[in-house]
């Protein structure tokens, strides 16, 4: 399989620095007085530190890169990076207007007359994508989510989404820890709380296992709290 990999010359780098400035994705940091790639897979190849660059030492080269799926084992499998630049990627804020409780809706859904609303703050959502240094993440109530939990839990939104920043995962899917991006993402950020709802399967406690490492990693006293949701949909664990 062919991908779009970032490259550096380091040969060409001035160390003027304004790569990794306008790397919203962490992917780029300067490693003594030179422009480095930290994290090839948190480069989201939207190409914003190209047009900085003033000596032209930054470039996107088509690689062959060998993928392979190890059958039962699926945390083997190499996710494809998303260097096409997708639209997806791109972080923004979404406003959200105060509405009503839908105590209607969830008490008898055939009087129900609205359509619950989406309590979603930000986007993208999904840890791998989401950028260290998002603005969103002032003064935020962190939830992180196994990517399960909304299917199986109803009223997800209303009782976990509401009024905080949602990033989701799937530690079994997703390569590598989410502890190290957690951890920056706490440490670099005005964060008020955290929370994690993860499901009862095992492969989910990666899940937990990242947030309580990047609790204790990040040098701050931050409440938190781990919700486990059973695969029928009720609370288990709180």
Known sequence: MKKEVITI???KCNGCGACAAACHMGAIGMVDGKAKVLREDYCDGLGRCLPVCPTGAISFEEQE???TVTAPHTENIQPET???GCPGTNSKT???ENSPELTQRQTDLHTATTTAQTQLQQW???IKLIPINAPYFHNANLLVAADCAAYAYGNFHAEYMKNKITIIGC???DEGDYAEKLTAIIAQNEIKSVTAVRMEVPCCSGIERAVKT???NCGKMIPWQIVTISTDGNIIAN
């Open 9 to 11: 010359d380091e040969n």
């Open 65 to 67: 890169v060998e993928t």
């Open 82 to 84: 998303l260097a096409c």
């Open 94 to 96: 979404l406003k959200r």
């Open 124 to 126: 993208p959502v999904q």
């Open 171 to 173: 530690p079994k899917l």
């Open 214 to 216: 990047a609790l204790q």
